[in-house]
Nanobody, 127 residues
Framework: RVQVVESGGGLVQAGASLTLSCTAS????????MGWFRQAPGKEREAVAC????????DYADSVKGRFTISRDNDEKTLYLHLNDLKPEDTATYTC????????????????????WGEGTQVTVSS
């Protein structure tokens, strides 16, 4: 069966950095868009950063642009999110998503594209 698994979350102080990783099994990754989403308690899940199937397109939420970087290593079948200068408002459960459709861009996976979801990894930023 398809499994999407995240790792790398933790409890850090404001200004710190983290790198989240996402791996998937049971499906191909080098032909699918991928993305990172987050959800804080009591809030809707929101797209944080997405990357197209070939890595040539990316999209970032305005709140993280310039601080977070999404990347992928298809040889390692891994998606990364580099979180820099973390702020308390970044506290959330971060979830990896893999596009169901093939050969889509970052905009599709960030919005309405159907996705396989991971269980999430918790990022907590203290002030």
């Amino acid at each position: 069966r398809v499994q999407v698994v995240e790792s790398g979350g933790g409890l850090v102080q404001a200004g710190a950095s983290l790198t989240l990783s996402c791996t998937a099994s049971g499906l191909t990754l080098d032909d699918r868009a991928m993305g990172w989403f987050r959800q804080a308690p009591g809030k809707e899940r929101e797209a944080v950063a997405c990357i197209g199937w070939n890595g040539k397109t990316t999209d970032y939420a305005d709140s993280v642009k310039g601080r977070f970087t999404i990347s992928r290593d298809n040889d390692e079948k891994t998606l990364y999110l580099h979180l820099n200068d973390l702020k308390p408002e970044d506290t959330a459960t971060y979830t990896c998503a893999v596009g169901v459709a093939l050969f889509t861009n970052s905009g599709s996976i960030c919005t309405t594209g159907t996705k396989f979801w991971g269980e999430g990894t918790q990022v907590t930023v203290s002030s």
